[in-house]
């Protein structure tokens, strides 16, 4: 039996403004991986109904989550990018995994009891089911490795458990066919037709929480516009938030010991650190004994340093909407080749007739 090819995959959704937490946290590792991987990255449109399912503008956020893929430097012909919409085989697996999950697993994710808030019955089913369509995003490549942010490490362990259900539930079809791959789980090797993905998470800005509260991530639906800093945002608009960040009147430690109950500080530390691609404990070395009289400005030069021509390169692509459209396009039908490879697979376990 053969191992599972190495294969990145990842989603972002197109609501709101992409921010320093989805640059630091997910795409400037997504453009890392590509490297020495193959990998999709997707612009996940569908799970975007979930919170609202009537947008004004959903094309052009697509376009605009495309944008920012490519202005950070995701090469779209080494690699897959497209919108997820286009393929319907990731709707297709999601229906099969939502008759493989159970709702107490979907009940348990923090992520829907923070969204539908109080009044939960009256949250759109799809919102109950939306870590099904992301196992389902993943799993119809059989994707092994997925980058993304802490906040989604309860939806990829969810996703290994529909792995690994489905694996069991039909191990037998699956072995008739011939279509079990060995992996290693932990200390164990076992078989399987999906992989038990691996989060790629990590480094000193896998949470980047709000500049204005250090106990909140930061996040596109903070009211605050001071919370966050938009990957769309100019040079004087990134210094003057910076400027405004909250933080303790205290100095910055030279040991990451002691930046434990200063939440502010250390994320102002973890930024630098992400954006300067180095750790906490350096940048404390570099600063520990300096206020942040003298940090905050230095944070701001580099955040400026290495955004404004991320932004500058976002405004020319979305300036040609039929370039980007056919990036999305191409990545489609690249993508659902793949996607209906692996689906033609999971209707024989299953027993679906088809030609
Ligand atoms: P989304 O669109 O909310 O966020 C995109 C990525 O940004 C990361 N992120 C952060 N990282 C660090 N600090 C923050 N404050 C911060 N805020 C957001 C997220 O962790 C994410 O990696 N469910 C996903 C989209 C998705 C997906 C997938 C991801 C759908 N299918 C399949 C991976 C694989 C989401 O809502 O991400």
């Known amino acids: 039996m053969s191992a599972f090819k190495e294969l990145v995959f990842s989603g972002v959704q197109p609501t709101g403004n992409l921010h320093l937490g989805n640059y630091l946290g997910a795409i400037k590792k997504f453009v890392a991986l590509q490297e020495n991987n193959d990998c999709i990255y997707c612009v996940v449109d569908l799970h975007s109904l979930t919170a609202q399912l009537v947008h004004e503008d959903l094309k052009d956020q697509t376009r605009a989550i495309t944008a920012a893929f490519l202005a950070s430097g995701i090469d779209p012909r080494k690699h897959i990018v497209f919108n997820q919409s286009r393929v319907m085989q990731h709707a297709e697996l999601a229906w099969i995994f939502n008759c493989v999950a ?5 009940n348990r994710m923090t992520q829907f009891k923070d969204k539908a808030g109080k009044d939960r019955e009256n949250a759109s089913l799809g919102l109950l089911a939306y870590p099904s369509l992301m196992a389902a995003d993943i799993l119809v490549y059989r994707a092994t490795h997925v980058p993304v942010g802490e906040d989604q490490k309860q939806h990829l362990e969810l996703t290994r458990d529909i792995a690994q259900k489905f694996n069991n539930d039909f191990s037998d079809r699956i072995r008739e066919l011939g279509l079990g791959v060995a992996m290693n789980v932990g200390d164990e090797t076992v078989h399987g037709f999906f992989p038990i993905t691996e989060p790629v998470i990590g480094g000193p800005a896998a949470r980047i929480m709000s500049l204005r509260d250090g106990s909140k991530k930061m996040s596109k639906s903070d009211p605050s516009d001071l919370s966050r800093i938009n990957l769309t945002d100019d040079a004087d ?8 960040a909250k933080t303790d009147p205290d100095a910055l430690p030279s040991e990451l010991d002691g930046l434990a109950k200063r939440p502010e500080a250390e994320n102002l530390v973890g930024i630098y650190a992400g954006l300067a691609e180095t750790s906490k404990e350096a940048v404390l070395r570099e600063f520990g004994g300096q206020q942040f009289s003298a940090f905050k ?3 701001a030069d580099l955040a400026v340093e290495k955004l404004a021509p991320i932004a500058d390169e976002m405004r020319r692509i979305m300036a040609d909407t ?13 993508a659902g080749a793949l996607a209906e490879q692996t689906m033609r697979s999971v209707r024989d376990i299953i027993g679906l007739l088809q030609d």
């Open 322 to 334: 039929t370039h980007v459209d056919n990036v999305l396009k191409d990545g489609g039908q690249r």
């Open 102 to 106: 159970r709702i107490g697993w979907m």
């Open 297 to 299: 400005p230095a944070l």
């Open 237 to 244: 608009t990134i210094s003057k938030k910076i400027k405004k």
